[in-house]
């Protein structure tokens, strides 16, 4: 059964577990998939991302008498089939927008049963890497490309669909509600998930960090992890800060020191985000990665 929640805007950050682990958290397996009711009218959905992890992937849609936007899906079917019955429980209205944030097989891998006529928003570099690969769904000849800033106006609401530079992968897009002050970061925050950088350019990733905490936000929502009240959730965004700013001091210190990338994979001491969420399979990609961009194989 899918649950809709309320989030809490006076929830306490001291009430809070902070953790991506469902169980840790305090929830049971079976309170997912969920809605949550960020603000009137605006929803996040979380369902679990597949592996042996348990974590969640988060889109958020928005609801409005014209139609709805809708920020990434999910990375199957079944999972965005729910999305769909999710929000087809909130509003008899239409998608109207869907913004590809990231276009990683977790956010897209389900994008084949979205209803027709849908508008899409997409980074260049995204729309490349979905239509070069093999199987999956590709983008629609007429999506709209996103290299800086569009805004879209419907049923009064104004989203403005941000490229804050390259991060998680190289063409993260956000979606920014100014009404509201919330911005959804898709894959450019991960909510204690341990920094991934398979795709990544990390000291961009730092940059575009740096420009949403800039933003005039009261809420941030993640790609990967719990949705949070809006203090936690500004709280959680700086830790993920802290945390990716920590990963790249590291590999830079063993780069630095001469150490061999295998070694240093064995090397690296991750501190307090050795126990985050998925630090086991990432840090090791994590120092490949920032060892790429200091011998400037990054481009």
Known sequence: MRKLWLLMPCLLSAQVVRTADPLIRGFQLSDF??????????YTYEDFHSGAEKFTTTDMFVVTNE????????????????????????????????????????????????????????????????????NGWKPPAGARLVTDKQTVRMGGEDFEILFLGRAHTGGDLSVYLPRRKILFLSETFLNRVFPAMRSAYPSEWLRALDRAEQMPVELYIPGHGFTEAPAVSKEELHNFHRALQSVIDEATRLYKAGVPVDDAIKQANWGEYK?????GSQGPIAIRKVYDELNGRLH
């Open 275 to 279: 126990s985050w969420t998925l630090a």
């Open 33 to 42: 998939p969920r809605t949550v009711k960020v603000a009137e009218n605006v």
């Open 67 to 134: 139609g709805v936007l809708v920020a990434d899906a999910q990375g199957s079917a079944e999972a965005t089939t729910g999305l769909l019955d999710a929000i087809r429980k909130v509003t008899p209205e239409p998608i109207k927008y869907l913004v590809v944030c990231s276009d990683h097989g977790d956010h897209t891998g389900g994008n084949s049963v979205l209803p027709p006529g849908i508008v899409y928003f997409i980074h260049p570099t995204s729309k490349a890497i979905l239509e070069h690969q093999t």
